[in-house]
């Protein structure tokens, strides 16, 4: 039988086809040619080979915990990493000269290795550029192959799923910057003196780090990596284990004002730039002023900045500030809690004789706002020694300040509580069994309180879900609550009581009593004009967030102004609202007081870009309790 070959054409198409896959293979590039082209992207292999040392600064949150930190790193491997946060958290990891890698936190000194190690490596490759030189040397032989990270086109270096000791490096194709080392991330790019360094670095999917000043050969003394004395080997389950808290609790039969923490001291100085303002992104805090000394910047032609800007009495100016900026009248907008709540107090509508409950971080118990209204001040886990923060003073101030307040009568009776542990910086371990606590010593209180001088509101700027620790506990003690006619206003109150609220935005200089000022808040505009976190009129009551200013840790005297904010600043809106609806009419209840808030809530038809949306209900305070006192027959 005559065996059939290929036909002529098809033989030579195909052997183009092999000579086209063998010049593919041919030209792909080798492990150090990727790394040569990310050397020459950066700012050269020499350039950055003589490098002495690159010092980074700037923030480390993780959900709601933020940090600062700053990152020393020096050839060959040298590496201290610090963060601490302003209730007094302080972590230190290191890298000495010796290649010991170590932990320090509030159980001690720990050495760490293995995976812990690698992971801190890891995230320090991308600002380490002197350390790069030497890692990408020891692996010229290593796999480079090419890969996808999501939409992104990568070429690898290292296989997946690899036993190196190595991490599995990723370099985009078109820039040839590395974008990826292990789990952790590098992005925006930016050129500083020469070189280009990532100013986002994510060591995890819950963890970020935004760099907010990068500088190079500083005088770093090889001491300062050093392992401290006592260092033990790193616990089997992994973590440091938890902080050092503490549970601090009247004497019997008494309630008293039992620490008084310290002042917050941010300890930032000059701000080397100015952030900018991004429309576009929903994130917090983007121009944070907070405590920086800003005398040596230009501000001239930086208004819009400036107006999306957090800022406090200890943030020290320029001389010179652009037109349309003043922060004072700022502050002075910023202090008025809004929508008419002033005029009710003219008419002696304050919350005398409620109580107001709140548990949150730790307070500045001594500042001018709320001192004379504090009752009781208690700590149930709570990290040890720790100082003011700054949440505990503004949801304070927001309830019953007496010039930021919407019920500055009220009587306050705090907790200082944690609801988890930090076991490393930018890891918190929930469990909201100690929040329960802290709900169920509050009822207690109030039990011993006289009939005219109740606790009928408990603020709560936290939620909890199914599956985390506590939370059919505190659940069970929002039911204990509701039976004692005490409220407990929360951001889980749709799964406590299955009602709903917003947070409203408004622009620093808009009139905080005229409610065409608000519309939606800053954290959700842009999802709300794109189509989502929509809901129908009176669906949710509405009620300002965004823009207030209030008491600051930093002082007994001070204040801060915040442009953006999230739910924790309503809750004790909502709080003091109730409070105000408690003294209207004594025998209210939640019910009542939302349905009333719904009905009596102002609509509005909120345009923007063109398109026009009725929105609302957004609370109307003089017309709900004018509606409660009739029914009340007041």
Not at 394 to 403: E, L
Not at 460 to 481: L, N, R, T
Not at 552 to 557: E, I, Y
Request: aromatic residues 8%; proline residues 7%.
């Amino acid at each position: 039988m005559k065996r059939t070959g290929f036909p002529v054409i098809q033989r030579a198409a195909a052997l183009a086809s092999f000579v086209l896959l063998e010049a593919s293979v041919l030209a792909a590039p080798t492990s150090t040619e990727v790394f040569n082209r990310h050397f020459e992207s950066i700012g050269g292999r020499d350039a950055v080979a003589r490098l002495q040392s690159v010092v980074a600064r700037g923030t480390l949150q993780e959900a709601e915990h933020e940090f600062t930190f700053s990152l020393q790193l020096k050839p060959p491997g040298l590496i201290l990493l610090t963060a601490s946060n302003n209730m007094g958290a302080l972590f230190r990891h290191g890298r000495d000269a010796q290649g010991r890698c170590w932990k320090q936190g509030p159980q001690g000194v720990h050495e760490i290795t293995g995976r812990d190690a690698g992971e801190l490596m890891d995230l320090c490759l991308g600002l380490h550029l002197p350390g790069q030189v030497g890692l990408f040397e020891k692996l010229t032989q290593a796999v480079c192959e090419d890969d996808r990270d999501g939409d992104r086109e990568v070429i690898a270096i290292g296989r997946k799923d690899s036993s190196s000791p190595f991490p599995r490096l990723l370099f985009d194709q078109t820039t040839g910057l590395l974008v990826r080392a292990g789990e952790s991330r590098f992005e925006d790019y930016r050129a500083v003196d020469g070189f280009k360094v990532p100013f986002v670095l994510r060591p995890d999917a819950r963890t970020v780090l935004r760099v907010k000043s990068v500088s190079f050969n500083e005088a770093v003394d090889d001491s300062v990596f050093e392992q401290p004395k006592g260092a033990t080997p790193m616990p089997k389950d992994g973590p440091m284990g938890p902080e050092r808290c503490q549970t601090l609790l009247s004497p019997p039969g008494k309630i008293e004002i039992v620490r008084r923490p310290p002042p917050a001291n941010f300890g930032r100085g000059a701000l080397p730039s100015l952030p900018s303002f991004d429309p576009k992104s929903s994130r917090h805090a983007q121009v944070d002023l907070r405590g920086y000394e800003l005398t040596g910047l230009d501000l001239s032609d930086r208004l819009t900045d400036l107006l999306h800007a957090d800022f406090d009495s200890v943030t020290r100016w320029p001389a010179t500030l652009p037109p349309g900026f003043d922060r004072d009248r700022i502050m002075e907008l910023g202090k008025d809690p809004g929508l008419g709540i002033r005029k009710l107090h003219t008419q002696g509508i304050t919350g005398k004789g409620i109580g107001i409950g709140i548990i949150d971080q730790p307070l500045l118990v001594d500042h001018e706002e709320y001192r004379d209204r504090l009752r009781l001040y208690e700590e149930i886990h709570n990290p040890a020694n720790s100082p003011a923060q700054m949440h505990g003073p503004a949801v304070a101030s927001i309830a019953v300040g007496r010039t930021v307040g919407v019920a500055p009568d009220a009587e306050l009776y705090y907790i200082a509580e944690q609801h988890g542990v930090f076991t490393g910086p930018g890891k918190f371990d929930w469990d909201f069994t100690w929040l329960a606590k802290s709900i169920e010593r509050l009822l207690e209180v109030n039990a011993g309180l006289p009939a005219d001088r109740k606790i009928r509101v408990i603020s709560i700027s936290v939620g909890w879900s199914p599956g985390q620790k506590g939370y059919d506990e505190s659940m069970a003690a929002v039911e204990h609550a509701r039976k004692e006619n005490v409220f407990i206003v929360s951001t889980a109150i749709e799964q406590t009581h299955k009602l709903a609220f917003h947070g409203l935005g408004r622009e620093a200089l808009s009139d905080p009593n005229n409610v065409n000022s608000f519309g939606p808040g800053s954290w959700w505009a842009n999802l709300f004009w794109g189509g989502q976190h929509r809901f129908g009129p009176r669906e949710r009551l509405q009620v300002p967030m965004d823009s207030r200013c209030l008491a600051s840790p930093t002082g007994p005297q001070d204040y801060v102004h915040y442009y953006s904010a999230g739910w924790s600043w309503s809750v004790p809106w909502i709080a003091g609202l109730y409070a105000l609806a408690c003294q209207v009419r004594p025998d209210l209840t939640p019910e009542t007081f939302w349905t009333e808030a719904l009905r009596t809530g102002r609509t509005l038809r909120a345009v923007h870009e063109g398109q026009e949306v009725e929105f609302g209900a957004i609370a109307d305070p003089a017309a709900l309790m004018e509606s409660l006192r009739r029914a009340g027959g007041n």
